[in-house]
């Protein structure tokens, strides 16, 4: 069964820093999302992407927050001058269409120190 | 007040014990997903449902859209059913997903 695959499984990186988050989604998919989970509380939703632009963005998905889909297979996630409140797991998922389910990647551990 | 709630929070059970999760919400959706997140953090959709019932093995999800109100019943509990089981709506015709905090099941064997 087809995956969505994100790279690296564990980022740490020093606060300040910058971090790409790298989601592979399934191919036939026509839109994307990034979620995000601090340890110990539920899944937050951070931006969708369809059609190469945003098409919703929460209040979490500030200036510091920026995604691309390069070459139209990877979708990533930027993270700028990265804060220790980033720390979190962050989620890709891909969806066929609008009544279709969401699939999600296995998720990258972000740790700032 | 969250959006989406989950009762009960916790749940131990013993192997075979018929279990069941419940999922309120507040919104108006257009969808419902119940979604299995295991120890490691990956998270698996189990369920999509828009209205009536979904049945995929021994796992069962209803919804009462007048009540606004979800269940996903799990038959013969198992050990490895033991993760957290979460309820996430879609708002309207937004596609993103609103989650509750997740119901932590254990099944002892």
């Known amino acids: 069964e087809p995956e969505v695959t994100q790279t690296p499984s564990h980022q740490v990186t020093q606060m300040g820093q910058e971090v790409i988050l790298r989601c592979v989604p399934i191919s036939n998919h026509l839109y994307f999302y990034w979620y995000r989970q601090i340890l110990g509380q539920k899944v937050e939703f951070l931006v969708s992407?369809?059609?190469?632009?945003?098409?919703?963005k929460s209040e979490i998905f500030d200036d510091q927050f920026s995604v691309e889909r390069p070459d139209g297979s990877n979708f990533t996630l930027k993270i700028r001058s990265t804060k220790l409140e980033d720390s979190a797991m962050y989620f890709c998922?891909?969806?066929?269409?609008?009544?279709?389910?969401?699939?999600f990647g296995d998720g990258t551990r972000l740790s700032i120190l | 007040k969250n959006e989406v709630e989950q009762s009960p929070q916790n749940l131990t059970a013993q192997e075979g014990e018929f279990i069941t999760i419940n999922c309120s919400y507040s919104v108006g959706i257009s969808a419902l997903h119940w979604l299995q997140q295991h120890p490691g953090g990956g998270i698996v959709s189990l369920f999509m449902?828009?209205?009536g019932k979904k049945k995929h093995g021994r796992l069962i999800a209803t919804i009462n859209i007048q009540e606004k109100h979800s269940s996903l019943h799990i038959t013969a509990s198992h050990p490895r059913d033991s993760a957290v089981y979460i309820c996430a709506v879609i708002r309207g015709s937004q596609g993103n997903l609103i989650f509750g905090k997740g119901t932590k099941l254990s099944v002892k064997p």
């Open positions: 998922a891909s969806q066929g269409d609008g009544h279709q389910p969401q699939h």
């Open positions: 992407f369809y059609n190469n632009e945003i098409s919703e």
């Open positions: 449902l828009s209205s």
